[in-house]
């Protein structure tokens, strides 16, 4: 089971073109850990965005940190 939390803003630290929308998404996600044999959760942060070159939208793991449980 996974959940999704979207949270777009406005990005004052980066810049892009004019007109690329960017915003980030948030997924909780249970993974198995095969070394210690056991389902862990990672929080997973990706940051969408709009590719013109490509004409599609394309998603890049910026962090993920493990949710303590």
């Known amino acids: 089971m996974s959940t999704i939390n979207v949270h777009e803003d406005a990005l004052s630290f980066a810049t892009f073109p004019a007109g690329i ?3 980030w998404e948030t997924q ?3 993974v198995w ?3 210690e044999c056991k389902a862990e959760e990672y929080e997973l942060v990706y940051e969408v965005s709009w590719i013109p070159e490509l004409g599609a939208w394309r998603r890049f793991l ?3 940190r493990k949710v303590k449980g």
Do not use: F, G, K
């Open 28 to 30: 909780v996600r249970t």
């Open 33 to 35: 850990n095969a070394s």
């Open 21 to 23: 929308d960017v915003h």
């Open 62 to 64: 910026c962090s993920q």
